[in-house]
C-alpha cells in the first residue's frame, strides 16, 4: 500500500510569489491535514480537510489556503510569499475525520528567497 | 491552552544504554496521545499510540511507553539502544471532540547515540 506522497520535495520561491503544495494521502484515506515545521516554531498544525470541507483551522493568516478534492486529494496554497514562510509543510493523512491516527508523508521543503 | 511540553531538547545517549524521554500534556480532559521519530529531511514515522486501556503501550523498533494519568505524562522509553535510533522524537496529543484529527505537538527531543 503507498504511503502518502507530497510534490514537490523541494521548492524555491520569491518572496511575494504563490506556491502550491499537493498531497495524495493513502489510498481509502479521506482526511488530509497539513502542518507548518519550522525551527523556530516547531510543528504547528494549518488545517485540516475531509470530505472536501475545511473542518479545524489553526492560527495562520488568510495568505494559507487550502482544498480538498473529490479522490481526496489536498493541495496547499501560499500567497504572497514571506521569508518567514520558509519551512518544511507536512501533510497527513487519516483513515475519517475523527480517525486518531494519522500518517506523515516526507514534506515539501519550501524556501522563500 | 492545550499543550504538549518535551522539557529536553537534547539528550545523549550511549549505544547500548536505557534511554527516556520525557512528555508532559496539559489538556481539559485525557488526549489520545502519540510519539513519532523524524529523521533528518524526512517526514514522521509513527512509533506507538496511547488511546485508553494499559498504560503501558509497546510499539515499532522496541520502543515503549508508559502513560501516567497522576503526572499528565507519557514517557518514552527502550531498555538498549541503537546507534540507528539517532533521530528527533516528537511527542503529540489529540483526540479532542470536534479537534478532528488534529495534533498538537511538543517542540522534540534530538536523540544523540555516541558509538
Known amino acids: 500500500k503507498a504511503g502518502v506522497t507530497q510534490t514537490p520535495r523541494y521548492l524555491i520561491k520569491t518572496r511575494g510569489q504563490q506556491v502550491t503544495l499537493s498531497c495524495s494521502p493513502i489510498s481509502g484515506h479521506r482526511s488530509v491535514s497539513w502542518y507548518q515545521q519550522t525551527p523556530g516554531q516547531g510543528l504547528q498544525f494549518l488545517f485540516e480537510?475531509?470530505?472536501?470541507?475545511?473542518?479545524n483551522k489553526g492560527n495562520f493568516p488568510g495568505r494559507f489556503s487550502g482544498r480538498q478534492f473529490s479522490n481526496s486529494r489536498s493541495e496547499m496554497n501560499v500567497s504572497t510569499l514571506e521569508l518567514g514562510d520558509s519551512a518544511l509543510y507536512l501533510c497527513?493523512?487519516?483513515?475519517?475525520?475523527?480517525?486518531?491516527?494519522?500518517?506523515f508523508g516526507q514534506g515539501t521543503r519550501l524556501t522563500v528567497v | 491552552a492545550q499543550s504538549v511540553t518535551q522539557p529536553d531538547i537534547h539528550i545523549t545517549v550511549s549505544e547500548g544504554a536505557s534511554l527516556e524521554l520525557r512528555c508532559n500534556y496539559s489538556?481539559?480532559?485525557?488526549?489520545?496521545l502519540f510519539w513519532y521519530v523524524q529523521s533528518p529531511g524526512q517526514g514522521l514515522q509513527l512509533l506507538l499510540k496511547?488511546?485508553?486501556?494499559?498504560?503501558l503501550v509497546q510499539g515499532i523498533k522496541g520502543f515503549e511507553a508508559e502513560f501516567k494519568r497522576s503526572q499528565s505524562s507519557f514517557n518514552l522509553r527502550k531498555p538498549s539502544v541503537h546507534w540507528s535510533d539517532a533521530a528527533e522524537y516528537f511527542c503529540?496529543?489529540?483526540?479532542?471532540?470536534?479537534?478532528?484529527?488534529?495534533?498538537?505537538f511538543g517542540t522534540g527531543t534530538q536523540l544523540k547515540v555516541e558509538l
Open positions: 489538556y481539559g480532559a485525557t488526549p489520545y
Open positions: 503529540a496529543a489529540g483526540g479532542v471532540t470536534g479537534g478532528g484529527n488534529k495534533l498538537t
Open positions: 496511547y488511546f485508553s486501556g494499559d498504560t
Open positions: 497527513a493523512s487519516s483513515l475519517a475525520y475523527q480517525a486518531n491516527e494519522a500518517f
Open positions: 480537510y475531509f470530505s472536501e470541507t475545511q473542518r
